[in-house]
């Protein structure tokens, strides 16, 4: 099994440029979450989903959407990029089996996206 | 107000046990306290996760008070690789969760 991949690993964009994240899982699971990583932040939650079709807004949401139209897949859109955008993307599945909050369940994260917004 | 919160860095030597607090102190009733382990340019991984009193497994122990408004990873003889960031997730009413800040420890020889 992969895990949870990410692509691309590092990419660079223009302010106002629109571009998507990829994360994709094998493991069959049913959470999936992205989160941004920022120097002396800690890891915060953009985006969640719980299954397919289903999606909920975390603790920084503004700029960013995303869909789940397969378990398997995961993407996140950022629609006209800032330089505030900059950071590192993970994005993270769990099984979730038994339908509770996203942190009470052991989390597997992808490699990462560095994204730089100039 | 939702606030996961842990020291920024701490030292060791190779052979000594390790112990990380974090404070969180509005946690939700129902959640677990689970910290990760991350190594430069990788994504964090899991180590252990509790919701009372002692938890342990092969890498790590943790603590947690009855009060559950902290919690304290223990991690026994460290070695060089051990050195990395150490995060605590928790999760708080309204289905808000906050990592803490990272605690960045660093193993001398």
């Known amino acids: 099994n992969a895990g949870v991949t990410q692509t691309p690993k590092f990419q660079v964009l223009k302010t106002g440029q629109s571009m998507t994240l990829q994360c994709a899982q094998d493991?069959?699971?049913?959470?999936m979450s992205w989160y941004r990583q920022d120097p002396g932040m800690g890891l915060r939650l953009i985006h969640y989903?719980?299954?397919?079709?289903?999606?909920d807004q975390g603790e920084v949401p503004n700029g960013y959407n995303v869909s789940r139209s397969t378990t398997e897949d995961f993407p996140l859109r950022l629609l006209s990029a800032a330089p505030s955008q900059t950071s590192v993307y993970f994005c993270?599945?769990?099984?979730?089996?038994?339908?509770?909050?996203?942190?009470?369940?052991?989390?597997?994260f992808g490699p990462g996206t560095r994204l730089t917004v100039t | 107000l939702a606030k996961t919160t842990q020291p920024i860095s701490m030292d060791s030597y190779e052979g000594q046990e390790v112990n990380i607090t974090c404070s969180h102190n509005?946690?939700?009733?129902?959640?677990?306290i689970t910290w990760y382990q991350q190594f430069p340019s990788q994504g964090p991984r899991f180590i252990i996760q509790?919701?009372?009193t002692k938890v342990t497994n092969e890498v790590a122990s943790l603590f947690i008070p009855a009060d559950r408004k902290s919690s304290t990873l223990s991690l026994p003889r460290v070695s060089l690789s051990d050195t990395a960031v150490y995060y605590c997730?928790?999760?708080?009413?309204?289905?808000?969760?906050?990592f803490g800040a990272g605690t960045r420890l660093t193993v001398k020889p």
């Open positions: 993270a599945s769990t099984s979730g089996a038994s339908g509770g909050l996203l942190s009470s369940y052991e989390q597997y």
């Open positions: 493991m069959n699971h049913e959470y």
């Open positions: 989903s719980v299954g397919a079709g289903i999606t």
């Open positions: 509005n946690i939700a009733t129902n959640d677990y």
């Open positions: 509790g919701y009372k």
């Open positions: 997730l928790v999760g708080y009413n309204n289905n808000d969760m906050r």
